[in-house]
């Protein structure tokens, strides 16, 4: 989907690096899988990078190990994203998202093809908004947070570090760090771990 999204902006994709021994030397549409992840190194003076790996723990692993490569955000061109949202680099939004005013999206978050965020929401870093995930506005989402498909956030809402909110929940209070919520009203299930 990265590769897909990043053409679609109009740019040209050199290379994938990936660690599955068994894709190197293959190719991901056409693009060839040149090596390890590691090996992006040699490779830093003709990024910038962008990670297309959408497990949140390991974007960060990632970002963290290879601070030294130049980080770019993609957004598709079916995208909706007013004039004064600021996206950091890293940051991947897929076609079908509409993005309202004033909204800060972190380093390294992912949002999912056609999920919704209102008004003055602030979405962390290593965040992943899935497809058709709604927040409403002045929503906030703490770093590695991860919102499942078709879930909804009222207004007002904090998402917790590393919170997880199951298909389909409504989040109609915080949801504490590190935990798992499910249902309507989403209710805390379980607290997780590292």
């Known amino acids: 989907m990265v590769v897909a999204t990043l053409r679609s902006a109009g740019h ?21 899988v040149l090596g390890s992840i590691e090996q992006a190194l040699n490779y830093k003076e003709r990024g910038p990078f962008v990670i297309a790996i959408g497990d949140n723990r390991t974007r960060k692993s990632i970002a963290e190990r290879f601070e030294s490569l130049e980080w770019m955000s993609v957004v598709h061109p079916a995208a909706q994203i007013h004039s004064s949202v600021e996206i950091a680099p890293g940051a991947v939004v897929f076609a079908g998202v509409v993005i309202q005013p004033d909204v800060v999206i972190g380093e390294h978050t992912i949002l999912n093809t056609g999920c919704t965020v ?40 904090h998402i917790g570090t590393w919170a997880v909110v199951g298909a389909g929940g409504t989040v109609v209070r915080d949801v504490p760090d590190k935990t798992l919520v499910v249902g309507v009203p989403a209710k805390v299930v379980r607290i997780l771990g590292e």
């Open 118 to 157: 209102d008004h003055d929401c602030t979405i962390g870093p290593f965040a992943h908004i899935t497809p058709g995930a709604h927040l409403a506005g002045a929503v906030h989402v703490g770093e590695g947070a991860f919102l499942g498909i078709g879930s909804s956030v009222v207004p007002n809402q």
């Open 12 to 32: 040209r994709v050199a290379g994938v690096f990936d660690d599955d021994p068994n894709r190197q030397g293959r190719s991901v549409l056409g693009v060839p």
